[in-house]
């Protein structure tokens, strides 16, 4: 039977449990303002941003109209609606919706969760506007996995000052940030610190990294801190240990495992309207078994990483999730996300290496998310931890 288009079919935008139901109607007008937004303005210039590597600043004013920034604790919007908001701009461009995780996620939420009232006072009103953009030091050179135990970077207090020393890496938006969020450890008592940097100040020096193969639009930079002065009451009043610093993560753990479902939606966006179109041995590509179940497959995954995410937003609009389940979320997604990007790709035979037909992003895309907020084996690690009693990392 001849198929009259891929709009006209039901399941037509892959949410085939009908998981946005669970919304208000609010919030469900929302979620498809934001999604008609995306549509319009970030997909179109999205592959040829990434084919350059150059982050196009003139959508952050409109990013700024669009007002999706702190969509929970400033707006009043439920845990599920910012996920799945979240999980829309990753579908719409991977790197676009890394930039606003870095802003948002890391370095807001760490204002939120960490700077005094009167900090938040001075600095969230920039950041919720977009007027100051923001970024997250807390990786280094030397430092990923075990940068709890590892950090490196140094803080020493000299009278009203506190002098940062040190590296960090992979930094997001840190080419052209206003402030970084920096973490270092007090050299007086060992514990890691929070300081806001100015990165116009004498010492900070941020150097983007080359040659990348995912998130190619993402200006992730190299960052130098070579006897930074910080005021002192520049340093955040709630982040004295990585105890504190956890508590942010274990937030954005979540935003990076909604990226996951968001890559799987674009992946199967992209496969479905391809397959459909081609034709192949004088039929349609989606008519052969074998591209179905692979279809199916990249489906269910999605449905299956969309299933934990929905039950994980509920439980912590309760205050009821806990460290080890956003890591399993983290572990689980990503896993389900690398099969799905790579049945995708196949299914695009060798269009699906040339990002004319996106597919070849989405796949490379993949690999960054794949790795950032603590990596697949470290998470599987901490959810292992929880259910033996056991604790397999050194």
């Known amino acids: 039977m001849a198929h009259t288009g891929p709009a006209s079919l039901p399941y037509?935008?892959?949410?085939?449990?009908?998981?946005?139901?669970?919304?208000?109607?609010?919030?469900?007008?929302?979620?498809?303002?934001?999604?008609?937004?995306?549509?319009?303005?970030?997909?179109?210039?999205?592959?040829?941003c990434w084919n350059r590597a150059e982050f196009p600043h003139d959508i952050v004013p409109k990013i700024a109209e669009l007002d999706v920034v702190s969509p929970i604790r400033r707006q009043g919007h439920s845990q599920l609606l910012a996920g799945l908001t979240h999980a829309e701009f990753t579908r719409a461009d991977a790197s676009i919706a890394t930039f606003l995780g870095v802003h948002d996620g890391l370095f807001t939420g760490t204002l939120e969760l960490l700077a005094s009232a009167e900090q938040q006072a001075e600095w969230l009103p920039d950041a919720y506007s977009l007027e100051k953009i923001g970024a997250f030091g807390l990786t280094e050179p030397l430092g990923g996995s075990d940068v709890a135990r590892g950090i490196r970077t140094t803080a020493r207090r000299e009278g009203d000052v506190w002098v940062l020393d040190g590296a960090k890496r992979w930094i997001g938006n840190a080419t052209f940030a206003d402030w970084v969020v920096v973490f270092a450890r007090d050299e007086a008592d060992h514990e890691v610190k929070g300081f806001m940097v100015d990165t116009t100040l004498p010492g900070f020096r941020a150097t983007r990294i080359e040659n990348k193969i995912s998130l190619r639009t993402v200006q992730n930079a190299d960052?130098?801190?070579?006897?930074?002065?910080?005021?002192?009451?520049?340093?955040?009043?709630?982040?004295?240990?990585?105890?504190?610093?956890?508590?942010?993560?274990?937030?954005?753990r979540l935003a990076v495992a909604w990226q996951a479902v968001g890559l799987q939606m674009a992946a199967f966006d992209v496969a479905r309207r391809y397959t459909l179109a081609r034709e192949q041995f004088g039929r349609s590509l989606a008519s052969f078994q074998l591209v179905q179940d692979q279809l199916v497959t990249i489906l269910g995954n999605t449905v299956a990483s969309l299933g934990m995410m929905v039950r994980l937003a509920q439980l912590e609009e309760a205050g009821q999730a806990r460290d080890e389940q956003s890591a399993l979320a983290k572990a689980f997604t990503t896993s389900r996300m690398r099969e799905s990007v790579a049945l995708g790709r196949g299914l695009l035979g060798g269009n699906g290496i040339v990002t004319d037909y996106e597919m070849?992003?989405?796949?490379?895309?993949?690999?960054?998310?794949?790795?950032?907020?603590?990596?697949?084996?470290?998470?599987?690690?901490?959810?292992?931890?929880?259910?033996?009693g056991h604790s397999a990392i050194v």
């Open 12 to 48: 037509a935008d892959g949410d085939f449990y009908s998981f946005e139901a669970l919304l208000s109607q609010k919030e469900r007008d929302r979620l498809h303002e934001v999604r008609e937004w995306l549509g319009r303005e970030v997909r179109p210039i999205a592959v040829d």
């Open 223 to 252: 960052v130098a801190l070579e006897g930074v002065r910080v005021p002192a009451d520049f340093r955040l009043a709630h982040a004295n240990s990585f105890r504190d610093v956890n508590k942010v993560l274990k937030v954005t």
């Open 360 to 388: 070849a992003k989405v796949f490379a895309d993949a690999e960054a998310i794949y790795s950032y907020e603590g990596t697949h084996e470290v998470n599987t690690l901490v959810a292992g931890r929880a259910i033996t």
